[in-house]
């Protein structure tokens, strides 16, 4: 028996390992973002901390559903409502690493406004519910994996951009790190979904990757707050 054949064997198992790991990795980069924020009153900063909130709240919210639904009834309906939500938190979470790095461009000089609840996010929050439907109807991840591919380009421009121009290069490395990471897991997740039609040596490889990605960003972001003295 090979290794793919026993995680595959044993995939609750496995399920409970990767959402334990992934949660709580993000938890920690939530409250260690969280903390620079309040010092240097930073909004990009409370974007990215955002980010990973969406992420933590997608993986642990489909394992939560997955489980209540395994006890229950799990039917068709209740698998489209699993699907739509952790879709829903990755497509924000998305939103909020790109939106991190514009936030100057739509957001007023002055005042405080929240992170989670004003117009802006209102926009993203519909553009993501629109996606989630377009999928639903297609039955397909393909205007996701679309989405994300396209943004995340778009933002490793931004971000190498800003990096170049500025003199300050220590939270600006971390973005380019998280940006190009979370790009290359999507055309993995892409590539798998699309021509390897959700081979299972291919998914615990997606899964695998996204646990090394995250392993890293936690010590980028570790790496990058103890040098703010957090």
């Known amino acids: 028996m090979n290794i793919y054949e026993f995680v595959w064997q044993n995939k609750e198992i496995f399920k409970l390992v990767y959402t334990i790991i992934i949660g709580l990795i993000c938890f920690a980069i939530v409250l260690r973002t969280n903390r620079l924020f309040k010092l240097s009153m930073h909004r990009g900063i409370r974007y990215f901390r955002n980010a990973f909130f969406f992420y933590g709240l997608a993986f642990i919210m489909r394992y939560l559903l997955g489980l209540?639904?395994?006890?229950?009834?799990?039917?068709?309906?209740?698998?489209l409502i699993i699907k739509g939500v952790f879709e829903f938190f990755l497509i924000m979470a998305g939103f909020c690493l790109v939106y991190s790095l514009l936030w100057k461009r739509f957001e007023p000089g002055r005042g405080f406004?929240?992170?989670?609840f004003n117009i802006r996010m209102f926009v993203l929050y519909l553009l993501a519910i629109v996606i989630v439907i377009l999928d639903y109807l297609w039955k397909t991840y393909f205007f996701m994996f679309l989405l994300q591919i396209v943004l995340f380009i778009f933002a490793s421009s931004i971000s190498l951009f800003k990096y170049k121009k500025s003199k300050e290069k220590g939270f600006l490395r971390l973005y380019?790190?998280?940006i190009f990471l979370?790009?290359?897991a999507w055309?993995?997740?892409?590539?798998v979904a699309t021509f390897f039609e959700w081979h299972k040596g291919g998914v615990i490889g997606i899964y695998v990757l996204n646990i090394i990605?995250?392993?890293l960003l936690l010590y980028g972001v570790m790496s990058a707050t103890k040098k703010n003295r957090l």
Not at 68 to 79: C, K, P, T
Not at 113 to 116: D, G, I, N
């Open 187 to 191: 055309i993995a997740n892409f590539l």
């Open 68 to 79: 209540a639904g395994s006890i229950g009834s799990f039917n068709e309906l209740y698998s």
């Open 176 to 178: 380019m790190v998280v």
């Open 182 to 184: 979370n790009l290359l």
């Open 213 to 215: 990605i995250f392993i």
């Open 113 to 116: 406004y929240s992170s989670l």
